[in-house]
């Protein structure tokens, strides 16, 4: 899958000509799992699911790979997927802890 991933080697920029342009995962903004600002988490009701396709290339992360397998570590919980699901088989339920 073609997941964001973490960069341990970024520098931030001293200048704005310096800093580079891209998608997020590209740019070096993406230092770590963004997980923490999600309140809400996108479950999969896999017995629902028709594999359509269309979460995996709305969600603006990039975070859902083709088995309809959703990385929490880079969810944001914007919910977009769970709008536009046509079988309405991504539910937004509300994260309760670490371990939710
Ligand atoms: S909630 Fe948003 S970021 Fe998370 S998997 Fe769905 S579309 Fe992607
Ligand atoms: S949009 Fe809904 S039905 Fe389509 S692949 Fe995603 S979860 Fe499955």
């Known amino acids: ?3 964001p991933q ?8 001293k200048t704005v000509e310096e800093l580079e342009f891209g998608p997020c995962c590209r740019t ?9 600002w999600r309140t809400l988490r ?3 009701h896999h017995e629902l699911c028709v ?13 859902i790979d083709r088995n309809i397998d959703i990385d929490y570590n880079f ?4 919910g977009l997927c769970a ?5 309405k ?8 802890g670490e371990d939710a």
């Open 28 to 36: 070096g903004v993406l230092l770590e799992g963004n997980a923490g």
């Open 75 to 78: 969810c944001k919980g914007c």
């Open 51 to 63: 594999k359509c396709g269309t979460c995996w290339t709305i969600c603006p992360d990039g975070v």
């Open 6 to 13: 973490i960069r341990t080697d970024y520098v931030f920029p």
């Open 83 to 87: 709008h536009e699901c046509p079988k």
């Open 1 to 3: 899958m073609n997941k």
């Open 42 to 44: 996108p479950v999969v």
């Open 89 to 96: 088989a991504i539910e937004m339920v509300l994260e309760v």
